[in-house]
């Protein structure tokens, strides 16, 4: 069974930086693209971005270019997702979930099969 555990979240200033990772088990990590979604209360989970499996190719949402990063470290089977100036409207639940095995990478939920359980991101203005 596969399992995804994020964690790095918190409680932030507007204009701070946080990094969330998600530690991932199996050892085939490497072959999978790799995605962060975020929920805010009330709403739908959306797309934050995006990672293929080598790390070649990344997707970003809009409203987190040129702010948010995501990379991956196929050695310790972690991705990342590296959060700067951050805005009260980035507050949500964020999560972590892996590319159904068929995908070269995916921005839609149900282009995933396994989720993390969330870490909550809270910025305050």
């Known amino acids: 069974q596969v399992q995804l555990v994020e964690s790095g979240g918190g409680l932030v200033q507007a204009g701070d930086s946080l990094r969330l990772s998600c530690a991932t088990s199996?050892?085939?990590?490497?072959?999978?693209?790799m995605g962060w979604f975020r929920q805010a209360p009330g709403k739908e989970r959306v797309i934050v971005a995006a990672?293929?499996?080598?790390?070649?190719?990344?997707f970003y949402t809009d409203s987190v270019k040129g702010r948010f990063t995501i990379s991956r470290d196929n050695a310790n089977n972690t991705v990342y997702l590296q959060m700067s100036s951050l805005k009260p409207e980035d507050t949500a639940v964020y999560y972590c979930?892996?590319?159904?095995?068929?995908?070269?990478?995916?921005?839609?939920?149900?282009?995933?099969?396994?989720w993390g359980q969330g870490t909550q991101v809270t910025v305050s203005s």
């Open positions: 979930a892996r590319v159904r095995s068929s995908y070269y990478i995916s921005t839609v939920a149900a282009g995933y099969d396994y």
């Open positions: 199996g050892r085939t990590f490497s072959s999978y693209a």
């Open positions: 990672i293929t499996r080598s790390g070649d190719n990344t």
